[in-house]
């Protein structure tokens, strides 16, 4: 049994009510004005931005504190190309032959197909793996890593969450199989593709669906 880990007191800010309210309408205001963008200018982004916004990734809680997650920012266009290529060949077979009509009639109305030009100009892409095990810190031998799938998605919407409100736009994009993507990058079988998220700044003439999104009560109930 591994050793406990030493407590320390906990670095917390009490809010006024008053504070907690402004702050969270704050919040919501901003995440609100948050969409899926398809159409990127490749105006260059600070790398630095991209790597704080990964680190806000990284406090995401986990299964048992194992931090099973991987971001792999890919800027260089020869690897974004065969990324592309890849991605396109996958979402052909999809959106012709794998998605039954209904998928199909809930994509319709907000114009994807399989094109995806974005993999190209978006200055980077960042792939989030999922990692199925881990090297014990002491035999070196891989052990499973535990909620990875839970751990990973909290991990995703706080990047999401990072990159909007420094000012970025984003693309939650996820061709599948994803499996090209270890093949593209080298990764090892225990890092499994869980989303790919082009990032930059939106074209000038960028244009997306008018999207409601549910109220309140469609979403929440007090019991």
Known sequence: MADKLPAVPLDFRR????????????FYAN?????SVREFSDEAVPLEIIEKAILVAGTAPSGA?????????VKDATVKSKIRAAAEAEEYESYHHRMPSRWLNRLAPLGTDEHKPFLEIAPYLIIVFRLTSFPNETTGELEPTYYSQESVG????????????????????TPSP????????????????????????????????DIKRKMLAEIMEIV
């Open 15 to 26: 809010l006024t009510a008053e504070t907690q309210r402004e702050n969270v309408d704050k």
């Open 31 to 35: 995440l609100d004005k948050r969409r």
């Open 65 to 73: 504190h194992l931090q099973p997650w991987r971001f792999v920012v």
């Open 154 to 173: 909290i991990a995703v919407g706080m990047l999401l969450v990072a990159l909007h409100t420094a000012g970025l736009a984003t693309l939650t994009h």
């Open 178 to 209: 994803m499996k090209f993507l270890n093949e593209v990058l080298n990764r090892p079988k225990n890092e499994v593709p869980f989303v790919l998220i082009p990032v930059g700044y939106p074209a000038e003439s960028c244009r997306v669906p």
